[in-house]
């Protein structure tokens, strides 16, 4: 499947850039390829964390936690076998 793609241009401080180089020539491949997968990656751990918060926030409400607060006094009523 063909896969479109766009080009644009970063700036990046030198001794980012020279990590990113050296780890892309131990892995045999180009600094294009390195920032597609670390971009990958970052929006996947992003994503997926957001997702992880606006469905503990869901049942959160559906158990009645409203603040941090409300956190800390189940956790205490639980330890406390209340």
């Known amino acids: 499947m063909y896969m479109l793609t766009q080009t644009f241009n970063i700036s990046l ?3 980012l850039v020279k990590k990113a180089d050296l780890v892309a ?6 600094r294009s390829e390195l920032i597609k997968e670390a971009l990958r990656t970052y929006l996947f751990n992003k994503l997926s964390w ?3 918060f606006v469905y503990g926030k869901k ?3 559906k158990i009645g936690i409203s603040s941090e607060e409300d956190i800390f006094e ?3 009523n639980y330890r406390n076998g209340s």
Not at 25 to 30: A, W
Request: charged share 50%; no cysteine.
């Open 25 to 30: 020539k131990r892995e045999y491949r180009n």
């Open 50 to 52: 957001e997702e992880l």
């Open 59 to 61: 049942m959160g409400k």
């Open 74 to 76: 189940k956790l205490n």
């Open 13 to 15: 401080p030198n001794d």
